[in-house]
């Protein structure tokens, strides 16, 4: 019998198949007026991680008025087991009607303006059909609790 690891995986990568992977670093904190620091925590990164892909999903369809094609989306949260940062892994399958170019430029630009998304984030393009299960095993090394399906979208419509 397969693993529950295995069986996600399997799905996420037959279902999904990405055609390019997205990487976010979150800030530890934010600080405040009064010397106040408040400390990203586990709600904090699914609640930024699902605005960051609601965002996109909006922009690339406003790129692509009447088509009804957008992006499918899965997110992974990794807490680096205190030796990184917490930090998100994106697999996602872009629509043909959405150039990587157009998109990496979106998801860059809206990195920025989150205040919990620290400056390094990256977008890469997966050019190999090999490489999609490859990828959705990667943002599964953790387990299957970083799949964040709250901070997903996994049907096309």
């Given amino acids: 019998m397969?693993?529950?690891k295995t069986?996600?995986?399997n799905w996420l990568s037959d279902s999904l198949a990405p055609n390019c992977f997205a990487t976010i670093t979150f800030k530890q904190c934010k600080h405040h007026d009064?010397?106040?620091?408040?400390w990203i925590n586990a709600e904090i990164a699914q609640n930024t991680c699902?605005?960051?892909?609601?965002r996109c999903v909006k922009q690339t369809k406003k790129m692509n008025a009447g088509a009804n094609d957008k992006p499918l989306w899965a997110t992974f949260i990794e807490?680096?087991?205190g030796q990184k940062r917490l930090h998100?892994?994106?697999?996602?399958?872009?629509?043909?009607v959405v150039s990587f170019e157009?998109?990496?430029?979106?998801?860059g630009d809206l990195c920025t303006r989150f205040d919990w998304i620290d400056d390094r984030f990256d977008v890469r393009r997966i050019e190999k059909i090999e490489d999609h299960k490859r990828v959705i095993f990667y943002c599964l090394k953790?387990?299957?609790?970083?799949?964040?399906?709250?901070?997903s979208r996994l049907v096309p419509n």
């Fill in 88 to 96: 998100a892994h994106m697999a996602i399958n872009l629509p043909n």
């Fill in 50 to 54: 699902n605005e960051l892909m609601l």
């Fill in 142 to 151: 953790d387990g299957v609790d970083a799949f964040q399906p709250n901070a």
């Fill in 102 to 107: 157009d998109f990496s430029r979106i998801f």
């Fill in 7 to 9: 069986q996600i995986g």
């Fill in 34 to 38: 009064g010397g106040v620091r408040e």
């Fill in 2 to 4: 397969h693993s529950d």
């Fill in 79 to 81: 807490d680096g087991h």
